[in-house]
Nanobody, 125 residues
Framework: QLQLVESGGGLVQTGGSLRLSCAAS????????MGWYRQVPGKEREVGAA????????YYADSVRGRFTISRDNAKNTVYLQMNHLPPEYTALYYC??????????????????WGQGTQLTVSS
């Protein structure tokens, strides 16, 4: 079982910056693609950014591209999300996600997802 613990959330003014961290333990961190999702009350959780297991591939949702930078340090078992120029609408609970696809001897791929408990970001106007 992979455990994920987010940190770094808090209150920031509009236009400010913040860096979230997600520390992983329990399994081989470098085996997982990692992502940062966010959720506001009454809405579905949505992906903000993702990064491949080696860090060579990144993805950003259109809504955050140019403001978010995702990175990882496999030696420290940690993924980061640098957030800049934050607007109030980015206020949400931010979750760290680990995603793995395992193909068992039956040839069928199985997907596994692990989640942290979330860290709150509040951007004041």
């Amino acid at each position: 079982q992979l455990q994920l613990v987010e940190s770094g959330g808090g209150l920031v003014q509009t236009g400010g910056s913040l860096r979230l961290s997600c520390a992983a333990s329990g399994r081989t961190f470098s085996s997982y693609d990692m992502g940062w999702y966010r959720q506001v009350p009454g809405k579905e959780r949505e992906v903000g950014a993702a990064i491949g297991s080696t860090g060579g591939i990144t993805y950003y949702a259109d809504s955050v591209r140019g403001r978010f930078t995702i990175s990882r340090d496999n030696a420290k078992n940690t993924v980061y999300l640098q957030m800049n120029h934050l607007p109030p609408e980015y206020t949400a609970l931010y979750y760290c996600n680990a995603h793995e696809v395992v193909t068992l001897p039956d040839g069928i791929p199985y997907e596994y997802d692990y989640w942290g408990q979330g860290t709150q970001l509040t951007v004041s106007s």
